[in-house]
């Protein structure tokens, strides 16, 4: 068995969020698997058929966080990550990348359109990425780690 290989929602296994590329870590809010699950649920119902969330980042480590931020450039030079990004650990796994498919055809949903509904279950959207919606509950679920250190 592969590690985190846990089934932690109906549609969701641990892995999915995990770090691929250092020791598997992973930092996962149940209110985000939560909402995710909502989404999912409503993106559903609005195309009337099977769609699927697919992960493409959880939890990032801070070696991860840095390894991104020289290949596609720091948010404060007008690159797309940021160093103090909602993905790293210290955030208590509360924002996850993804992309919805349409299981029937294999397309990849619109992001606007997904983001249109990500939007009611989560506080912050992003959906200028290419390849991803970000989404994250920053305000919703404060660790509160971060929040005393
Ligand atoms: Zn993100």
């Given at each position: ?14 892995y999915e969020f995990e770090d691929r590329a250092h020791d598997n870590l992973v930092v996962l809010h149940p ?73 029937s055809t294999g397309a990849i949903l619109p992001m606007k359109q997904v983001a249109i509904q990500a939007s ?30």
């Amino acid at each position: 068995m592969r590690p985190n290989d846990i089934q932690v929602s109906e549609h969701f296994k641990l892995y999915e969020f995990e770090d691929r590329a250092h020791d598997n870590l992973v930092v996962l809010h149940p209110l985000l698997l939560e909402r995710l699950e909502l989404t999912r649920k409503a993106l559903c119902l609005d195309a009337e058929k099977d769609i699927a969330i697919i992960i493409t980042s959880g939890t990032r480590t801070r070696r991860t966080n840095n390894a991104l931020g020289k290949l596609l450039g720091w948010t404060s030079l007008g690159g797309l990550v940021c160093p103090t990004s909602h993905h790293l650990p210290g955030y208590g796994g509360l924002a996850v990348d993804f992309f919805a498919l349409d299981k029937s055809t294999g397309a990849i949903l619109p992001m606007k359109q997904v983001a249109i509904q990500a939007s009611r279950f989560f506080d912050t959207v992003i959906d200028h990425y290419p390849t991803h919606l970000h989404v994250d509950l920053r305000h919703s679920a404060k660790h509160k780690a971060t929040r005393n250190a």
